[in-house]
């Protein structure tokens, strides 16, 4: 599913981001990325997700060589992949029903589809009530929950979270991380970029630890 191969990321100014990355990620796999603020977490699910491309080395996700993937291409490659950011990114001047829509919008699907598929979503996320809320009405657990489900509203292979749980108090960021478990569960793919360490270790999955770019550990329990 996503195979990384002497990966290297260096941004313009000579920052290496990523050193000579070899890893696998399964499909239908959960793993925890670990590492220090800056240790090249977020550069790697940005790679995946096709935000950046590498520099060095080869990316394969999904039987794709993402260097070498035409500009063409890549909205259809990131309809499989769902992405969920710390600071949720909801547009603020659209309800939650609308939030969550959007990317099926910008596909073009009909518009009975895009209702069908965004009360799933918020189904699944217990929000199935606020659809017409602001996200300014709601609280920071709800609002990640409707970053979750604007993720999850392509039933994408590969699910990528940055940081999901990091503005959230311990039952809350637990919670959230069920809510991966359960999607986990049904063969989504998802790499969980996380400080909390008391989670990774409640739920035993694999971590998969960065230190200055490099990874230095891949222990599966």
Same mark, same amino acid.
């Given at each position: 599913?996503?195979?990384?191969?002497?990966?290297?990321?260096?941004?313009?100014?000579?920052?290496?981001?990523?050193?000579?990355?070899?890893?696998?990620?399964?499909? @239908?796999?959960?793993?925890?990325?670990?590492?220090?603020?800056?240790?090249?977490?977020?550069?790697?699910?940005?790679?995946?997700?096709?935000?950046?491309?590498?520099?060095?080395?080869?990316?394969?996700?999904? $039987?794709?060589?993402?260097?070498?993937?035409?500009?063409?291409?890549?909205?259809?490659?990131?309809?499989?992949?769902?992405?969920?950011?710390?600071?949720?990114?909801?547009?603020?001047?659209?309800?939650?029903?609308?939030?969550?829509?959007?990317?099926?919008?910008?596909?073009?699907?009909?518009?009975?589809?895009?209702?069908?598929?965004?009360?799933?979503?918020?189904?699944?996320? @217990?929000?199935? $009530?606020?659809?017409?809320?602001?996200?300014?009405?709601?609280?920071?657990?709800?609002?990640?929950?409707?970053?979750?489900?604007?993720?999850?509203?392509?039933?994408?292979?590969?699910?990528?979270?940055?940081?999901?749980?990091?503005?959230?108090?311990?039952?809350?960021?637990?919670?959230?991380?069920?809510?991966?478990?359960?999607?986990?569960?049904?063969?989504?793919?998802?790499?969980?970029?996380?400080?909390?360490?008391?989670?990774?270790?409640?739920?035993?999955?694999?971590?998969?630890?960065?230190?200055? @770019?490099?990874?230095?550990?891949?222990?599966?329990?």
């Amino acid at each position: 599913m996503i195979e990384c191969r002497h990966l290297g990321k260096r941004y313009p100014g000579g920052h290496e981001a990523l050193l000579d990355i070899n890893l696998s990620v399964a499909r @239908g796999e959960l793993a925890f990325l670990t590492g220090h603020s800056g240790a090249g977490k977020s550069t790697l699910l940005k790679l995946i997700a096709l935000l950046e491309r590498p520099t060095r080395g080869s990316l394969r996700v999904n $039987g794709h060589e993402v260097a070498r993937l035409p500009a063409a291409a890549v909205p259809d490659y990131r309809r499989h992949i769902g992405i969920i950011f710390q600071d949720h990114r909801l547009l603020a001047d659209r309800n939650v029903f609308e939030n969550v829509a959007l990317p099926l919008r910008i596909t073009g699907m009909a518009e009975p589809q895009v209702a069908k598929r965004v009360r799933a979503a918020l189904d699944k996320v @217990g929000l199935l $009530g606020r659809e017409h809320s602001r996200p300014a009405a709601l609280s920071a657990g709800q609002q990640q929950r409707v970053g979750i489900a604007r993720a999850i509203v392509n039933r994408p292979a590969i699910l990528l979270a940055d940081e999901p749980t990091g503005n959230l108090d311990p039952d809350l960021s637990r919670e959230i991380m069920r809510l991966f478990l359960d999607f986990n569960r049904v063969g989504v793919t998802a790499i969980i970029a996380t400080h909390d360490h008391a989670l990774i270790d409640e739920f035993g999955r694999r971590r998969l630890h960065l230190e200055g @770019g490099r990874l230095v550990e891949d222990d599966l329990p």
